[in-house]
Nanobody, 124 residues
Framework: QVRLQESGPGLVKPSQTLSLTCAVSGESITTDYVYCHWIRQSPGKGLEWVGYIGYGGTAYYNPSLKSRTSISRDTSKNQFTLQLSSVTPEDTAVYYC????????????????WGQGTQVTVSS
């Protein structure tokens, strides 16, 4: 069973950098076809994909957030980190990490696991 646990500050001041870490247990984030995502949900809005880092270490970002976003990983700790710079109150959201394993073999299914989510508020 794959488990994810987000951690990081719940309150960030405007213009600062938001930093969240997702610790994964139960399976390596370097396993083939595993993609580790960050997704957020702002008050009254739907889910918004922030970006992911793939099993090979390459990251991809939501174009609307790309200039402010960095996703990295520490394979020795089996965790990945989101950094979002120059935050504003519009970045206030519940941030989720997700572990997605793509089923590439015939008959296999994708497997998705989510963290419980962590509230981040941007306020002075």
């Amino acid at each position: 069973q794959v488990r994810l646990q987000e951690s990081g500050p719940g309150l960030v001041k405007p213009s600062q950098t938001l930093s969240l870490t997702c610790a994964v247990s139960g399976e390596s984030i370097t396993t083939d076809y595993v993609y580790c995502h960050w997704i957020r949900q702002s008050p009254g809005k739907g889910l918004e994909w922030v970006g992911y880092i793939g099993y090979g270490g390459t990251a991809y970002y939501n174009p609307s957030l790309k200039s402010r976003t960095s996703i990295s990983r520490d394979t020795s700790k089996n965790q990945f980190t989101l950094q979002l710079s120059s935050v504003t109150p519009e970045d206030t959201a519940v941030y989720y990490c997700q572990f997605r394993s793509i089923g590439v073999k015939v008959g296999t299914l994708n497997r998705d696991y989510w963290g419980q989510g962590t509230q981040v508020t941007v306020s002075s």
